[in-house]
């Protein structure tokens, strides 16, 4: 069974970094991070293969996060500098049994999620 714990949240001034971690334990080929503003939809924020170096971004966080994945390939960070007001919201790491394309980049392709942790910024 795939099970997903974050690390990592907590509240920030504009500008300032943070940086969020994923452990994973079960098979998974594709991993996320998704957040959720208040009132808001959820939405991808960077998806990664399990092992892999291939990585998408929403445009919103393009040039400002990274995904990398520890070597034994079982926890993923996101890192995230510049942070802006806008990116305060709840941080949920996925995960999928399927190697899944960025037009598949959906909330419903992902079957297991962690509690998620809170990521606030302030201006």
């Known amino acids: 069974e795939v099970q997903l714990v974050e690390s990592g949240g907590g509240s920030v001034q504009a500008g300032e970094s943070l940086r969020l971690s994923c452990a994973a334990s079960?098979?998974?080929?594709?991993l996320a991070w998704f957040r959720q503003a208040p009132g808001a939809e959820r939405e991808g924020v960077g998806m990664?293969?399990?092992?892999?170096?291939?990585?998408f971004y929403a445009d919103s966080v393009q040039g400002r996060f990274a995904l990398f994945q520890d070597k034994d390939k079982k926890t993923l960070h996101l890192q995230m500098y510049r942070l802006t007001p806008e990116d305060t919201g709840m941080y949920y790491c996925?995960?999928?049994?399927?190697?899944?394309?960025?037009?598949?980049?959906?909330?419903?392709?992902?079957?297991?999620w962690g509690h998620g942790t809170q990521v606030t910024v302030s201006a």
């Open positions: 079960g098979h998974t080929a594709t």
């Open positions: 996925a995960a999928s049994p399927r190697f899944l394309t960025a037009s598949s980049w959906t909330r419903a392709n992902f079957p297991y």
């Open positions: 990664v293969y399990t092992g892999g170096e291939t990585t």
